[in-house]
């Protein structure tokens, strides 16, 4: 394709591409894809976004931005031109007395946190890490939990994104409506968004506490457990009634930080876990005394902290997994637990069955009006579970995924954007009442195909649909400074 490339072209590439990008391999955090794209860019403006999107259209490119890579699919893989927006990370607006903060696209999390503790502000929910992009984080509809609480696009008002013809759109509640709500969790397939505004709050503590509990008492009285705190969630262990809670609520209370233990939580929660997990690849009937085994060593005491939000929220996700995680209705959710733990226990009655890895993490969101927010229109519980990969190995885990995903369609559920999971243009069809009028956006946003990857061409697209390509430029196209 370079040699297509005129001069100009050729140069304004080579000036945004990434030191490392002739020999660049991308693999997501997981370890579980990878993909060699044939440029690695990093643009730093609008302007270069619009200008890269004129080059996709002309030549037949296809664009992808990236931030952290976190997501455990293929969502940001392509063998085109990958977008490291880390360079996009600056504050562009602040509004004390509304309390929103309005940044580039590629801030990410972490940083996002820190330039809002500087300005006495706070994000109201927080998933369990940081790493994220901004832009990363919405485009999935990351969350975190509380049944008072949204996912992370719902906090948004007001964003720009540059779509597939080239032209800047700005959208909010009441500029271009539709596209914001398509927008705000459009898992890059109407453009590539550089700015947002975020809703914020008053920076605020948080109080968590973190007991033991079982599965039936929880399950039994969840309704009351749920709103038994402003953010509640838990985790049970498999081939254990064991369950720890968290709760969290705000609080003026000084801090009173958790300090994690060298022996028990570093050396023995993390070096040894793994280590013991190597080994059950060769005996995996030794996994459910495992699980058992650090239960009792690790969670089954009561855990106190006070400390910033943003902190206390945050938490270590341990070492690359595989993980798969969809949201049901949340009346739905005893059931879909009573049903994965039938089958769990099952299978550790057979001597070749499954063998499955704590926790099974379970959060609450509530309902959002977000097209693609698998939380549209109805408050939901998330059902995350996992596999881990031990430095990086291959464990099994298609069984435990197909019967897991099987449970959580039955019950009405929607997969997490940023996972792999197996929904498609039909399924999704009829999951999301707002998915036809996505399609008719993402068609007018992109006619080109510039933003279709593979994850798009396979989940997104209906089989039938062909790609255009074209040589026109939009008459759309504009490099005027953001206006905020």
Not at 191 to 208: D, N, S
Request: proline content about 5%.
């Amino acid at each position: 394709m370079a040699h297509l490339l005129s001069d100009s072209e050729r140069a304004f590439i080579e000036k945004l591409q990434c030191s490392s990008s002739k020999s660049y391999q991308f693999q997501n955090w997981a370890g579980t894809f990878r993909c060699k794209p044939q440029y690695y860019l990093a643009p730093e403006t609008e302007c270069e976004v619009v200008e890269l999107v004129r080059i996709a259209v002309r030549h037949g490119l296809t664009l992808k931005p990236v931030g952290s890579g976190h997501s455990p699919s293929d969502l940001a893989c392509t063998d085109s031109v990958l977008l490291n927006m880390d360079k996009m990370n600056r504050i562009l607006a602040h509004d004390a007395y509304a309390c929103t903060l309005t940044v580039e696209a590629g801030v990410r999390l972490h940083q996002l946190n820190a330039m809002l503790e500087q300005r006495g502000m706070a994000l109201s929910s927080l998933g369990s890490i940081s790493e994220q992009s901004i832009a990363g984080a919405i485009s999935t509809a990351t969350h975190s939990t509380g049944m008072a609480f949204g996912d992370m696009s719902s906090a948004i008002t007001h964003l720009v994104i540059i779509d597939g013809t080239g032209r800047r759109r700005e959208c909010s509640a009441t500029v271009d409506p539709d596209l914001f709500n398509a927008a705000r969790c459009s898992i890059g397939a109407l453009g590539i968004i550089t700015q947002v505004t975020i809703q914020c709050e008053p920076a605020f503590k948080l109080h968590a506490v973190q007991t033991p509990d079982t599965l039936d008492n929880v399950l039994n009285t969840l309704d009351e457990v749920v709103f038994s705190a402003e953010h509640v969630r838990f985790w049970w262990f498999p081939y254990t009634d064991s369950v720890t809670v968290w709760r969290a609520n705000r609080t003026t209370l000084p801090k009173q930080p958790h300090s994690e233990s060298l022996l028990r939580d570093r050396l023995y929660g993390y070096h040894y876990y793994q280590l013991q997990l190597l080994k059950a690849r060769l005996v995996p009937n030794d996994i459910p005394r495992i699980t058992r085994e650090h239960f009792s060593n690790r969670f089954d005491r009561r855990i106190e902290t006070i400390d910033d939000s943003y902190k206390v929220f945050n938490f270590d996700c341990l070492f690359p997994q595989y993980v798969n995680e969809w949201a049901v209705p949340w009346e739905n959710a005893a059931d879909v637990l009573r049903q994965l733990r039938s089958w769990i226990n099952a299978e550790e009655r057979k001597s070749d069955g499954a063998r499955v890895h704590f926790p099974v993490e379970v959060r609450f969101v509530r309902e959002s009006d977000v097209w693609l927010s698998p939380a549209y229109g109805q408050t939901v519980c998330y059902i995350g579970v996992i596999m881990y990969r031990p430095y990086g190995r291959a464990v099994p885990y298609k069984k435990y995924w197909r019967v897991y995903e099987d449970i959580m369609r039955t019950q009405g559920g929607r997969p997490h954007w940023a996972k792999a999971h197996k929904m498609y243009h039909y399924d999704l069809k009829s999951s999301y009442p707002k998915f036809d009028d996505f399609m008719r956006l993402r068609s007018e946003c992109d006619p080109n195909g510039v933003f279709v990857n593979d994850y798009i061409r396979r989940h997104i697209l209906p089989p039938s649909e062909p790609l255009l390509t074209s040589t026109t430029v939009s008459r759309f196209l504009t490099c005027e400074k953001p206006r905020l």
